[in-house]
């Protein structure tokens, strides 16, 4: 594991690679509380596992990895409150998977305005994908356009999002749970996955105005459907008419809800 943390990250990043000038992969990678605001690693070629990228004050981008071409499991990138961009990243990387199940987690970066830099080239996620409380994203495009399966969405606290535009439209099959939290701009759920046919665990909407936005070909829905704290929804159109639900649909909390047809 290559670890870089602390006052010492930069005089650190410089010595690794004068000790290993001939392109070395490790295991995880992890900068963690580091007064960095650029990366300095160009000889890293490749992450066996994850990267993360976390609590570092002046961090502005993820430059600075000139040579990496791997990236064997997940990217966690949280609590970088300067963090303007993930460029950096290699675009034709594909991801796996933290062993909390996270392939790509965008948390509390709250510079960050959008998700250019992701590495594209999945198609299937084995862990889920995670874009939660960054202040000022507008917008979703950058997660891998490709994907047809992912392990489970979760998309909530971004006040500047306006639209759920930018998850990747293939997506056919969600693993896991699919959470979705409006408030701020964020008022319906047009640009979820068209192609979306099932979901294998949990659906939770809440803070929104509208259901509009849910595929037409949702089928099923393995586990419970939540759909609560809602101020701004008056009925549930958008909800496919055969929708098949395994578990409990719970409605609650949903002040000027008044048409359950």
């Known amino acids: 594991s290559l ?5 010492d990250a930069g005089a650190d990043m410089k010595a690794f690679c004068r000790d290993n000038a001939s392109g070395p992969e490790v295991e995880f990678f992890t900068i963690r509380e580091t007064p960095l605001v ?11 596992d994850s990267i993360f990228v976390t609590g570092n004050p002046e961090l502005v981008d ?3 990895l000139d040579n990496l071409s791997k990236i064997g499991g997940g990217i966690v990138v949280e609590s970088n409150p300067r963090l303007e961009s993930l460029t950096g990243l290699p675009l034709d990387a594909t991801l796996g998977a933290t062993s909390h199940h996270q392939s790509i987690s965008i948390v509390e970066n709250r510079s960050l305005v959008d998700l250019a830099g992701l590495p594209q080239a999945s198609t ?5 994908i995670r874009v939660d409380n960054n202040a000022r994203l507008t917008t979703l495009f950058g997660l891998p356009p490709g994907l047809t399966s992912v392990q489970g969405i ?3 606290g971004n006040p500047e999002l306006t639209s759920l535009e930018g998850l990747p439209q293939g997506i056919v099959t969600i693993d896991g749970v699919l959470s979705v ?17 099932r979901v294998e665990d949990n659906v939770r909407f809440s803070g929104l105005e509208s259901l509009a936005g849910i595929p037409p070909g949702l089928a099923s ?4 459907l939540t759909i609560s704290s809602n101020t701004g929804i008056v009925d549930l159109v958008g909800l ?8 409990m649909l719970e409605i609650r909390n949903n002040d000027r809800l008044v048409d359950l047809t």
Request: aromatic share 2%; with cysteine.
């Open 124 to 128: 299937e996620l084995i862990g889920s």
């Open 154 to 156: 979760s998309i909530g």
């Open 62 to 64: 993820l430059t600075g």
């Open 181 to 197: 939290s409006g408030g701020g701009r964020l008022r319906d759920l047009v640009g979820l996955p068209v192609a979306l046919e």
């Open 3 to 7: 670890i870089f943390v602390g006052e």
């Open 38 to 48: 650029h990366l300095d690693l160009p000889c890293l070629c490749g992450v066996t």
């Open 240 to 247: 496919p008419d055969n929708l098949s639900v395994g578990g």
């Open 221 to 224: 829905i393995k586990g419970d």
